[in-house]
């Protein structure tokens, strides 16, 4: 399942950026760690802190930036079906597998390898960074790191160099056109165009990184617009209120996510059919709304109230 396009020049590439990490190994733990920084984790954790805490139409527009690169790539992963390079060249070794709970040549749960999500994320964050402060410095340092997590992705050897290259252009393309269309739309109906084309990838989509991404698309959006309607929460600058706040809704979301998994037997839920996916897909949309657009009532307890 899937198909193989290459240029010649990348496997060179990935076999020499490898050859280099086997003759000096310290690399290799230098590649996981920057790639790691590529990581959706961390970025959802910055995200959730300036959302609950004083920089909430921020972290809305970041979260816009970087779910809508990262539906997009995956939508155009299940067109391409490009095998990662790992898959597809004995000579390429796999130095840290994508998904490690899964089996590394379980394409559904691996995913495609055009383009690079962890490139193209990094790019948009990146760029969205850049269109809020136009902070030169910011812009100098982020493009050493968003350029090395690229190239980490290659040296790991779950990426071509044009994957890479793709990434970049996706990230920096989708949050520019965020950029001169958010604030020229209506909100609600910025949202349902938002859904509309995302649900599109209904019809072709295979993997589980597209299944998760709508989930959270639809459960942010519509947790904001409910949160928005009904309990407007204010923002605030104490930093362990803001803590506090993350750390519920990051429980919230994990509680609501394994609350719904517990009826289903593992092997359904790792099946990749038509109906594990959209499970997949009820599932963050449930732990998203709750906690974008539930969890905010809890703000009402005296020790989680806005205050300076």
Known sequence: MGNVFQFGWEVTLIEWLQETVAQLPFLKTFAVMITTIGEPGLTVVLIGYLYFGYLKDTSIYFTMCLAGTQLFNSMIKNIFDRLRPYFANETIECLKVPEDKYDMYDVSKQGYSFPSGHSSNAAALLTALWYKTKNRKILLWGSIIVFLIGLSRS???????????????????????????????????YYL?????????????????????????????????????????????????????????GLLFFAVSNLIKLPFSAEFLDSATIASHLLRTFRYFCSTFVTIGLSPYLFKIPFLKASE
């Open 155 to 189: 040296t790991l050897g779950v990426h071509y160099p044009s994957d890479v290259l793709c990434g970049f252009a996706s990230g920096i393309g989708i949050t520019t056109i965020i950029e001169y269309t958010y604030k020229k739309i209506e909100k609600k109906k």
């Open 193 to 249: 165009i938002i859904l509309i084309l995302s649900s599109l990838g209904l019809f072709f989509c295979e993997t589980n990184d597209y299944f998760s991404t709508l989930g959270l698309i639809y459960g942010f959006t519509l947790g904001n617009l409910f949160e928005e309607k009904y309990i407007k929460f204010k923002e605030t600058r104490n930093v362990l209120t803001i803590l506090i706040r993350t750390a519920i809704g």
